[in-house]
């Protein structure tokens, strides 16, 4: 498969990438990576697609969120993971579905706090919630067989590599869709 | 009590305003209403906390979401339900927080299509998502007894006014807190 891996450098990025090498994989980032791109950016997202063609999965392992005490939390803070985590994983789906091959596949990723929050967590929390329940809603009208699913992993110090990795590839492999595929926890209220 | 209802004029807001009329209710909005404010604004939504001292409970019922086909959704429909409907009700509760009285409440609105969308509706589902996850995280920082809980209603044409009002009554006079309470639908996937 080619996969286009973005934020391939992170801690989860790092796992993924190492597992997937049988695979052609492209790595994208703002700063790092085969491609550099702005994936907030419409035109930057519109022109990886055009540029990388025959893509038969994005897997998404970036994104960044602000939080703090909530009493501490001001609009900005709560911004940040709307502008960083939110909407370009969004993007890359609004513009990629367009561009995947057919049967391809989106994997994004949300985390814990989404569902099941500790305190000092806002910031997080809401973007994960956000981002799972898009993910449920827009898998519904991927075309062509293309699939949308999400992880949401714990703490990466909280969970196991094989794990992670088996995760993203019942995302690749299987035919799961408009999941949230939860790792190194179980969403039980 | 002395009760806050935001969108008053909307018709969950009508069902909710009637059925409390045995407190003192105040009703906020951006064109109608006892207040007129514009709660997306944080000078505004700290004003309205000043100018209306000793309230018990700020109840929203009020907050726009754009949706279409997936295929059809831009940027711009995305952040319709950012700023009119989870950046407001995250307002009021950041400075709400501060204001209310001892034992005070929360009752924000999100929608069933957070948990169960359908097809179309992405632009409401991850509005609604980060509502809940928001609302799960912050209550477990609100001071001096506050709570903080949201209604999850399904169509207002497909609930009972009975038990919405019930929901209401209960997020006021029952210990709850960080509790999605859904209306019209059973959250069992």
Redesign the interface.
């Known amino acids: 498969m080619k996969i286009l891996i973005v934020g391939a450098g992170g801690a989860i990025g790092k796992i993924v990438t190492a597992a997937l090498k049988e695979h052609e994989v492209i790595t994208v980032g703002r700063n790092t990576g085969t491609i550099m791109a702005d994936i907030s950016s ?1 035109t930057a997202v519109e022109n990886l697609f055009k540029q990388v063609s025959n893509i038969d999965a994005v897997i998404c392992t970036a994104g960044d969120s602000a939080t703090d ?3 501490a ?3 900005a803070q ?1 911004m940040v993971g ?1 502008q960083q985590k ?2 370009p994983q ?2 890359l789906v ?1 513009a990629g ?1 367009q561009y995947l091959n057919d049967n391809g596949s989106f994997t994004l990723i949300s985390g814990k ?3 099941l ?6 910031g ?11 993910v ?3 898998a ?2 991927m ?1 062509r067989g293309i699939r949308l699913n999400v992880i949401s992993p714990s703490k990466v110090s909280d969970i196991g590599g094989d794990e992670l990795t088996e995760a993203y590839v019942r995302c690749l492999e299987t035919a799961i869709n408009g999941k949230i595929i939860r790792i190194g926890y179980n969403n039980k209220r």
Chains 1, 2 share one sequence.
């Open positions: 419409e005490n909530l009493s939390m001001n609009k709560f709307i939110l909407w969004i993007n609004l579905m706090m989404g569902e929050p500790v305190k000092g967590s806002s997080k929390a809401f973007v994960n919630g956000a981002i799972n329940s898009f449920m809603a827009a519904q009208e075309p």
